[in-house]
């Protein structure tokens, strides 16, 4: 159960979003994850009447992308989890490197973090970053996207929590 939440999941955490979940008694559990795509109703219309320099820029997804959901199942007194399709449900229609564009993988964000800390500047924190990732993790195809803007913009909020917990505000 470990080596699947700290190895595993933060490969593949990037495309699930948590549907429901069950915890039980005995200690047991197990979470239904949809994937990211996945999106149940359409979009509403703009307002009319609001000039267009007051609208948000936003994007409209459609409805029903993909509808791939998996069930993972928790057992503790084992130590394991399982990993199945839930209720049959439809697979992938389309390629993961969509979803690598979205959303970046947990294991990138904390070695962006881990690296911001140390005060680089965000294209030497890239670099480092791509270096390792493509050596030692064979992730080169979900770091390509990586721009340094949002380098930047992790940087920028682990240094905003490190100087608020070092004037005590919580």
């Known amino acids: 159960m470990d080596d699947f939440d700290h ?3 933060p ?7 948590r549907f429901s979940y069950k915890n039980h008694a005995n200690g047991n559990s197990w979470k239904v994850f949809a994937y990211q795509l996945m999106k149940h109703n359409h979009s509403s219309g703009r307002k009319e009447g609001i000039p267009l320099k007051k609208r948000r820029k936003t994007k409209i997804r459609l409805p029903n992308l993909c509808s791939a959901k998996i069930r993972v199942l928790y057992f503790v007194k084992a130590q394991k989890v ?4 839930y209720n049959n ?7 993961l490197g969509k979803s690598k564009v979205l959303k970046r993988l ?5 070695l962006v973090k881990e690296e911001a800390v140390k005060n680089y500047l965000p294209p030497t924190i890239m670099s480092a970053i791509k270096d390792y990732t493509i050596r030692k993790l064979d992730l080169g195809a979900s770091i390509k996207e990586l721009k ?11 240094w905003e929590v490190q100087k608020n917990d070092s004037f005590g505000v919580i």
């Open 82 to 85: 399982q990993i199945e399709r």
């Open 148 to 158: 340094r803007k949002k380098v930047s913009n992790i940087k920028q909020r682990v």
């Open 7 to 9: 190895a595993w999941w």
């Open 11 to 17: 490969l593949v955490s990037n495309i699930w979003t």
């Open 89 to 95: 449900s439809f697979d992938h229609i389309h390629t």
């Open 106 to 110: 947990d294991t990138v964000r904390k």
